[in-house]
């Protein structure tokens, strides 16, 4: 049985066997939590997502999928980077945000990994609202098939927080 607990904080400063990673498809870094864990992980990152773009990404990760690189820096093993879907409103595929959570716990358990943080995937400039990004990676985490013992979910501010918190009840 997977653990689910709420952290508000910096996803970077989590010890844990793997941090995922809110990337961008192209794998090489930008803003937000893709870019404050390239900053912390340090150039290691970059480089095993450079081969990565080399060998088999070459037209990047597509949404919804994902890939462990090395942590670097960070207080974890492995980084493992997922891409979200940008928000386009009543157009918009939650399966595909919910495969985000899914893969990665799917790359995790292959790596080994028994403790894992994610940051609230697609909500900050992707656009997710909260409240429905919150409940979809809660029940594509509960729904999981996994040998993942703790899922942690680490959230930057205290709105954040709170609607997580909620769902959680």
Avoid at 63 to 88: C, F, K, M, N, S
């Amino acid at each position: 049985m997977t653990t689910i607990t709420l952290v508000q904080g910096d996803i970077t400063r989590q010890s844990v066997d793997a941090v995922v990673n809110a990337a961008n498809s192209s794998l090489l870094g930008g803003g937000g939590v893709d870019g404050a864990i390239h900053r912390r992980g340090g150039p290691a990152i970059l480089a095993d997502c450079r081969r990565l773009r080399a060998s088999q990404y070459g037209k990047g990760l597509p949404t919804g999928r994902a890939v462990a690189t090395t942590a670097g820096e960070l207080d974890a093993r492995w980084v493992i980077h997922t891409v979200g879907p940008v928000y386009q409103g009543s157009g918009s595929d939650p399966a595909l945000l919910a495969s985000c959570y899914r893969a990665s716990l799917e790359v995790a358990d292959e790596l080994g990994a028994r403790t894992v943080a994610f940051p609230a995937v697609s909500t900050g400039a992707y656009g997710w609202p909260m409240a429905d990004a919150a409940r979809i990676a809660v029940e594509a985490v509960r729904a999981a098939e996994t040998a993942v013992e703790e899922v942690r979910f680490v959230l930057f501010d205290e709105q954040a927080y709170r609607v997580f918190a909620e769902l959680l009840r």
